[in-house]
């Protein structure tokens, strides 16, 4: 690969391990100083130097011929110009963002819709959403599977990153397809989305709500008994009010009333 670079500008470049980039400086006169850097570390012996026909054309080619390691990976490479101008050095910079091609290992799936149980029970109105990621580069492409039972072959639903649809009972895995091999990885996360009819769902929360209120409601009549025992019920019957069963009255506690002759 040789890839001209453009004076002050930043891009990104895919490298592979057979790689050559030349650096070119015009129109300075004297011709600019040019050097490699890969962030902060020269790169000099990397670096072949020298002239055009034209003396105000200088060139640096940078040949990375078996030298590039994944430890590139994410590092700004950078051609640098100096110029001996008067009185300061002029100095310009172009840079590369340097991206190393490797394989797509893991993929990871999630829901859009804020839950990370792969498992949902929706109506069948809501709208789901489903993303995935994966590592690799060049970026790999993406493909979400579907099937609508255990028992069924997976089957291409979506070939993007990231879906979303109305609710429909089905199991989605998400594929991602490494961009270089075509070689497919799919995702440990398996989504089941079970839709129930919104009949189906006022049932369930009428019986939820049946279900509380009885829970309550045992709560309280336990809460009364047990005042009740304990004699601290409140609402007690005044005692000029309360009928006297004479019977439950001792003898020794009787009185006699005879009329005096």
């Given amino acids: 690969m040789v890839n001209r670079v453009q004076q002050d500008n930043e891009s990104n470049v895919p490298l592979d391990y057979s790689s050559k980039i030349i650096c070119v400086s015009e129109s300075g006169n004297p ?8 962030d902060s570390m020269s790169l000099a012996g990397l670096v072949t130097l020298y002239n055009t026909t034209d003396e105000k054309i200088k060139r640096a080619e940078l040949n990375i011929t078996q030298q590039i390691d994944k430890s590139w990976k994410e590092s700004k490479l950078s051609c640098i110009s100096d110029h001996q101008s008067y009185p300061p050095i002029e100095r310009h910079y172009t ?23 792969t498992t949902m029970k929706v109506d069948s109105h809501t709208w789901i959403g489903l993303n995935c990621t994966a590592d690799g580069f060049p970026e790999p492409k993406y493909r979400w599977d579907h099937k609508t039972d255990d028992n069924s072959q997976w089957k291409s639903y979506r070939t993007e990153q990231n879906i979303s649809f109305q609710a429909f009972s089905a199991q989605f895995q998400c594929v991602a397809i490494d961009s270089a091999t075509e070689n497919e990885i799919r995702s440990q996360q398996v989504f089941n989305v079970i839709t129930i009819s919104a ?20 709560i309280l009549v336990t809460g009364i008994y047990y005042l009740y025992k304990k004699k601290k019920w409140p609402f007690k019957t005044p005692t000029h009010e309360r009928g006297h069963n004479n019977t439950n009255i001792p ?6 009333c005879r009329e005096r002759v």
């Fill in 31 to 38: 011709p600019a100083d040019l050097s490699w850097q890969l």
């Fill in 251 to 256: 003898e020794i506690g009787r009185a006699s």
């Fill in 199 to 218: 009949s189906s769902a006022k049932i369930g929360i009428i019986l939820s709500s049946i279900v509380i209120v009885l829970v309550l409601i045992v």
């Fill in 95 to 117: 840079y590369i963002n340097i991206k190393i091609p490797y394989s797509t290992t893991s993929v990871n799936a999630f829901s859009a819709n804020g839950t990370t149980d």
